[in-house]
């Protein structure tokens, strides 16, 4: 007789990589997970995980196993969507992971905004600038800036906004080092650097008329804090080059300007990253096309 707990709790361990990260997930024994693997392994009548004291391994029949599995427990997952999504509000937990600049700067308001409107959410944001494994640590979404593509891998990826990076410096030091006319003349100026990973950088920029140079430097401060970066740059300690949504406020009021406006700093992507359609509740779906339908408005590059 099929169990379908033997399915889910065999997807646990295989997603989580062995059975303890799979019990402290589950917020259960380990013992009790290793009895409905060792009881699906019996009926099978076939070795699906290797166990050891040092290493967890899946066969392959274990892997040919997983994938089944894993759209067995979708559908489950889907039916009850389906189900959910009939109720007249949204209920439940969202777990999203993002950089510190987007949470800061990008998706703040539009967070506040959608639990607002919906009271039942709960949503757990997990802010860190490492790259995290969405199905390993049960995350619903991500959102992630990048230069390049992202690579290609099982995870859903889709657009929400452009972005370029722009030079910022306060009017105080400017006037005390003199107005960049050129990109090299970047070279005599002090500056600050988005990460700290490695200590030194370069400026890869970019003209309106398509010119490209690349500038090195060694700023005087690195922070993965993009706040730091600005009030530094504020209080007049040098050049730093941020996405331009997060100057708005210090360009109207005039504690920064751009430096070489004529020039961009990069053009990067957010993506919104989740690890599969099928079987979202309703309340991942509808989260995700909230950041869809609006992010791009708040922090994208205007149209030309």
């Given at each position: 007789?099929?169990?379908?707990?033997?399915?889910?709790?065999?997807?646990?361990?295989?997603?989580?990589?062995?059975?303890?990260?799979a019990?402290?997930a589950?917020?259960?024994?380990?013992?009790?997970l290793?009895?409905?693997?060792?009881?699906?392994?019996?009926?099978?009548?076939?070795?699906?995980?290797?166990?050891?004291?040092?290493?967890?391994?899946?066969?392959?029949?274990?892997?040919?196993?997983?994938?089944?599995?894993?759209?067995?427990?979708?559908?489950?997952?889907?039916?009850?969507?389906?189900i959910?999504?009939?109720?007249?509000?949204?209920?439940?937990?969202?777990?999203?992971?993002?950089?510190?600049?987007?949470?800061?700067f990008?998706?703040?308001?539009?967070?506040?905004?959608?639990?607002a409107?919906?009271?039942?959410?709960e949503?757990?944001?997990q802010?860190?600038?490492?790259?995290?494994?969405?199905?390993?640590?049960?995350i619903?979404?991500?959102i992630?800036?990048?230069?390049d593509?992202?690579?290609?891998?099982?995870?859903?990826?889709?657009?929400?906004?452009?972005?370029?990076?722009?030079?910022?410096?306060?009017?105080?030091?400017?006037t005390?080092?003199?107005?960049?006319?050129?990109?090299?003349?970047l070279?005599?100026?002090?500056?600050?650097?988005?990460?700290?990973q490695?200590?030194?950088?370069h400026?890869?920029?970019?003209?309106?008329?398509?010119?490209?140079?690349?500038?090195?430097?060694?700023?005087?401060?690195?922070?993965?804090?993009?706040?730091?970066?600005?009030?530094?740059?504020?209080?007049?300690?040098g050049?730093?080059?941020?996405?331009?949504?997060?100057?708005?406020?210090?360009?109207?009021?005039?504690?920064?300007?751009?430096?070489?406006?004529?020039?961009?700093?990069?053009?990067?992507?957010?993506?919104?990253?989740t690890?599969?359609?099928?079987?979202?509740?309703?309340?991942?779906?509808e989260?995700?096309?909230?950041?869809?339908?609006?992010?791009?408005?708040?922090?994208?590059?205007?149209?030309?």
């Amino acid at each position: 007789m099929i169990d379908l707990n033997d399915y889910f709790y065999f997807v646990h361990v295989v997603e989580k990589q062995g059975f303890s990260p799979a019990a402290r997930a589950l917020d259960m024994p380990k013992s009790r997970l290793s009895r409905h693997v060792s009881r699906l392994e019996e009926r099978l009548d076939t070795r699906l995980i290797q166990r050891s004291s040092r290493q967890f391994n899946v066969t392959e029949a274990g892997q040919v196993f997983y994938q089944h599995a894993r759209a067995v427990i979708e559908e489950m997952e889907a039916a009850e969507a389906a189900i959910q999504s009939r109720k007249a509000s949204l209920s439940g937990r969202v777990t999203m992971s993002c950089s510190v600049g987007v949470a800061q700067f990008a998706i703040q308001d539009l967070v506040v905004d959608f639990l607002a409107k919906h009271p039942k959410v709960e949503l757990v944001q997990q802010v860190t600038n490492q790259t995290i494994d969405l199905v390993s640590s049960g995350i619903d979404m991500a959102i992630r800036g990048h230069l390049d593509a992202l690579p290609d891998s099982a995870l859903i990826q889709r657009h929400l906004a452009s972005v370029s990076w722009h030079l910022f410096a306060s009017p105080d030091y400017l006037t005390r080092t003199g107005t960049p006319k050129s990109p090299y003349d970047l070279l005599k100026r002090h500056s600050l650097k988005v990460g700290w990973q490695p200590v030194t950088g370069h400026w890869s920029l970019e003209h309106t008329d398509g010119l490209k140079t690349t500038i090195p430097f060694s700023p005087q401060l690195c922070s993965d804090d993009m706040t730091t970066l600005k009030q530094a740059a504020a209080k007049g300690l040098g050049i730093v080059s941020l996405p331009a949504y997060t100057c708005r406020d210090e360009l109207n009021d005039g504690s920064l300007v751009r430096v070489l406006p004529e020039w961009v700093a990069g053009k990067a992507q957010l993506s919104l990253v989740t690890p599969t359609r099928r079987g979202q509740s309703p309340t991942v779906r509808e989260l995700a096309n909230h950041l869809l339908n609006n992010l791009n408005a708040r922090v994208g590059d205007p149209p030309r």
